[in-house]
């Protein structure tokens, strides 16, 4: 079965053909990160226009490096969320019209589950069950997996998400958004012991996250250094060796948390999802802590930790094959929810 499935919760367009036997053959992608770093985030109404120039363009190219036409496709997916309720509705309303043109099936998807199944998408696959960290720019989750469908929540952020903290303290800094990527960049080979920041929840019983308390300890330190600097200009490597410790400080506890889980559920396996599942750095701190554990991380490939269709195709395609999907759904009924 050919599935076409269209991602546009926030800011990346991406359109993706799956096959239910053969696996992912194409997808295209449109991120419109440049376009929003004038304003220093997503502006919703902006999104929704992009969405609007881009989609039709991207299932061209998509079908097209599949070698297939929309004759080909036997459903369609889409992402109902959740996400900015402009932005979904231009993925919906495309996918559900193909679907009522066509007499195909339709299929919703919740966005966190297409990055929850997406570490499939790699090479070796992770066998259920597994733990799966989930950190993106808006939620930070750890969850038991059981198989497609079964999803067990193991804890939580209580405030701020794992994305979100690397976006905010970057704002901090001056750089630009999305701050993750650039964050890391900045901390890359500085030295990250120079300033101590708190690791909320560190030591705590549970398997919840918090970050919101250390945007304020990044701007108190931030400040302390404006106030001590010739001219209330920071030295470069002081911004880095900041920049670094606020990396250590979010990955640790990741780090942490996601071990702790594989202790309490005693199993082996962990995938990272998520646009966070992009930092270097929390990817060998979870590969060396694994390793006492004898335990395996598993990752998306690189292009796919952020948003894209591939990852909402193959959860369809899961779907499907699990026989959790409705083939029946062919109504064209925009069912988002942001
Ligand atoms: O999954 P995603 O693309 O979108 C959401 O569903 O939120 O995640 C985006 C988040 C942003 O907060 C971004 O700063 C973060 O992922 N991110 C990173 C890196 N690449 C993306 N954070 C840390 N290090 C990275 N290399
Ligand atoms: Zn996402």
């Known amino acids: 079965m050919i599935i076409l499935g269209f991602e546009s919760s926030c800011d990346e367009t991406g359109v993706a053909v799956v096959d239910t036997q053969r696996g992912l053959l194409a997808h295209a992608l449109h991120s419109q990160v440049a376009m929003h770093e004038d304003y220093g985030g997503v502006v919703p109404e902006l999104a929704s226009r992009d969405h609007i120039r881009r989609v039709l363009p991207l299932t061209r190219e998509a079908l097209a490096q599949a070698g297939l036409g929309l004759d080909d496709v036997d459903a369609v997916a889409y992402t109902a969320g959740p996400g900015l309720a402009g932005a979904l509705l231009v993925g919906a309303s495309v996918a559900r019209s193909i679907a009522w043109a066509r007499d195909l099936p339709a299929i919703p998807i919740h966005h966190l589950e297409g990055h929850l199944l997406s570490p499939l998408l ?38 701020d998400a794992a994305g979100e903290a690397f976006d905010k303290t970057a704002k901090l800094l001056g750089l630009g958004y999305p ?32 970050f919101s308390g250390l945007k304020t300890a990044v701007l108190t330190r931030l400040r302390q250094l404006e106030r001590d600097a010739p001219e209330g200009r920071v030295a470069e490597s002081d911004r880095a060796a900041l920049a670094a410790a606020t990396q250590a400080a979010i990955v640790d506890v990741l780090v942490a ?82």
């Open 122 to 159: 790699a090479d070796p696959r992770p066998e259920f069950p597994f733990v799966a960290l989930l950190v993106s720019g808006g939620h930070t989750q750890l969850m038991r997996v059981d198989g497609v469908g079964q999803y067990t929540l193991l804890g939580e952020t209580l405030d």
């Open 179 to 210: 701050g993750g990527p650039a964050l890391a960049a900045l901390a890359e080979g500085a030295d990250e012991t120079r300033f101590e920041l708190p690791r909320p929840k560190l030591h705590s019983q549970d398997l919840d996250f918090s």
């Open 257 to 338: 948390k996601s071990l702790r889980a594989l202790k309490e559920t005693g199993l082996k396996r962990i995938v990272v999802a998520g646009g966070v599942g992009a930092n270097r750095r929390l990817r060998e701190r979870l590969v060396a802590g694994l390793a006492r554990l004898k335990g395996q991380a598993y990752f998306p490939p690189l292009a796919l930790c952020t948003d894209n269709g591939a990852m909402i195709a193959f959860a369809a395609a899961m779907r499907v094959q699990a026989g959790l999907a409705d083939l029946t759904d062919t109504k064209p009924a925009f069912d988002v929810h942001p």
